[in-house]
């Protein structure tokens, strides 16, 4: 089996500050995870399928809580939500592993906790996991303007050596008024240019996410 690193990180894939244990069948939504699932929901209702996209995800643990509340749409392919991660790792191995490890008592940081690694396990097949996906590559990846809701938690924007390049490239991912969800605030000049010519407008912040449209 393909050894796993344990990167430096929130390798749970919880979004911004919901770090919690995730049991059952369709565990409860907290944070932004609701403010996007209504997103998704509004979104399902004025078109016939919605793609979701989460940048630097790592075990997706949120993303993965928000695909059981969408079971249905999921398997009906109605909803595709992506999981991408810079690392290239295989994501069941490195889940079997990690579980393993944890399961005999380790203490790792940022790893979750048993139940929730089980949670993920049982419900990964709800969402597509893509790999060695650099955000720059992420439009030709995943083709123009396919991408409804793009959320990003301090990893593919944040830590992108290439700021301007990073969001052009989300952008052109993105249908017109694509939502996207960061904790990067987009106006900085010096790492993505001048945000009137991103491609995105400001819409609002929610706790620590700066909220935009695409243009």
Not at 31 to 49: C, D, F, P
Not at 84 to 94: K, M, S
Not at 110 to 138: S, Y
Not at 189 to 194: A, Q, R, S, T, V
Request: charged share 25%; aromatic share 8%.
């Amino acid at each position: 089996m393909t050894e796993f690193r344990i990167y430096p990180g929130p390798n749970s894939g919880f979004f911004s500050g919901i770090e919690r244990a995730l049991s059952g069948d369709s565990p409860p939504l907290v944070g932004i995870e609701v403010n996007i699932t209504e997103e998704i929901t509004k979104r399902l209702q004025e078109k016939g399928k919605v793609t979701v996209v989460g940048l630097g995800e790592m075990f997706a643990a949120s993303l993965v809580a928000i695909a059981t509340h969408h079971k249905s749409d999921v398997e009906q392919g109605r909803l595709l939500i992506i999981a991408t991660n810079w690392e290239e790792f295989n994501t069941r191995e490195a889940l079997d592993y990690i579980t393993r490890i944890v399961s005999i008592g380790a203490n790792i940081a940022n790893v979750p906790d048993l139940k929730t690694l089980q949670f993920i396990q049982r419900n990964m097949e709800l969402v597509n996991w893509h790999n060695g996906v650099d955000t720059t590559d992420l439009s030709e990846r995943l083709g123009r303007e396919t991408v409804d809701i793009v959320h990003e938690n301090y990893g593919g924007l944040f830590r992108h050596p290439n700021g301007t390049n990073a969001l052009l490239s989300i952008r052109e991912a993105m249908v017109p008024q694509g939502v996207l969800f960061t904790t990067e605030n987009l106006a900085q000049p010096k790492k993505y240019g001048n945000l009137d010519n991103t491609g995105f407008a400001r819409v609002k912040k929610i706790s620590k996410y700066h909220v935009y449209q695409r243009r």
